[in-house]
């Protein structure tokens, strides 16, 4: 296929027919045309949207939305993460309405990881396995999760999925869950929640999680734009 890439600002506008939305850091677009009856896949990645125009495939969402009083699980399946750093996290979500259960991964510590993998990967399955957890917030990001990805078992996820959120090296569950037909939350984390200047990516991921419409974005046309 050939690949057309554009960079620059411009007005980002959801494209597929289903949405991954969430909180992007570059304005990139790719797109990958139909020729000759091969199928065509768009890709649009903006500041606080995802979208996949799959082609024949269909990509389902992370299920009902959440709903005040429902439970979140907070677990971090690569680099390590303390109590301090994740304290504002769970305030947040806690003054959202959530209940929050913090995997045993968030207390892990094996050299740079939140535990051993196999710790992580366990961790991890039970937050999928659990039909009273309406959604999974990966804690940071790092390396360790394409370590476990390859052990984890869908089967309940697939039958009642769930949001799953993260960014970074989360990506590569991002990746899989859209290789299995899942969108997922490609958004701000528990360990960024509170930076300077991420206010708009917060915001963006409570709406996701809560099933609300996503804030448009919009910024002045660049002359590369096509």
């Given at each position: 296929?050939e690949?057309?890439?554009?960079r620059g ?5 959801i494209?597929?027919?289903?949405q991954l939305?969430?909180?992007g ?18 890709f ?5 949207k ?29 680099r ?23 995997g045993?991964s968030?207390?892990?510590d094996?050299?740079?990881?939140a535990?051993?993998d196999?710790l ?21 990001g ?5 370590r476990i990805?390859?052990?984890?078992d ?10 799953v959120?993260g960014f ?8 899989h869950?859209?290789?299995?037909g ?15 200047g ?18 448009p974005i ?9």
């Amino acid at each position: 296929d050939e690949a057309h890439i554009e960079r620059g600002l411009g007005r980002h506008r959801i494209a597929g027919q289903q949405q991954l939305l969430g909180a992007g850091f570059a304005d990139f677009a790719q797109q990958k045309h139909a020729h000759d009856g091969r199928q065509e896949t768009n890709f649009h990645f903006g500041v606080a949207k995802f979208s996949f125009g799959h082609g024949k495939g269909e990509v389902a969402d992370g299920g009902q939305a959440a709903a005040a009083g429902q439970r979140v699980a907070l677990v971090s399946p690569a680099r390590k993460i303390s109590a301090a750093e994740l304290a504002p996290a769970i305030a947040t979500l806690t003054g959202w309405g959530l209940d929050v259960v913090l995997g045993a991964s968030v207390a892990g510590d094996h050299h740079q990881f939140a535990g051993d993998d196999a710790l992580r990967r366990r961790d991890f399955q039970q937050q999928l396995d659990d039909p009273s957890i309406r959604a999974i917030l990966c804690a940071r990001g790092g390396y360790g999760t394409a370590r476990i990805v390859d052990g984890l078992d869908f089967t309940r996820f697939n039958a009642h999925p769930k949001w799953v959120a993260g960014f970074s090296d989360i990506t590569v569950l991002n990746a899989h869950l859209l290789a299995l037909g899942h969108a997922s939350i490609h958004g701000v984390m528990p360990v960024l929640f509170h930076q300077t200047g991420g206010e708009l990516a917060l915001e963006s991921l409570r709406r996701a999680l809560f099933g609300e419409a996503a804030q448009p974005i919009e910024a002045p046309a660049h002359p590369l734009n096509r």
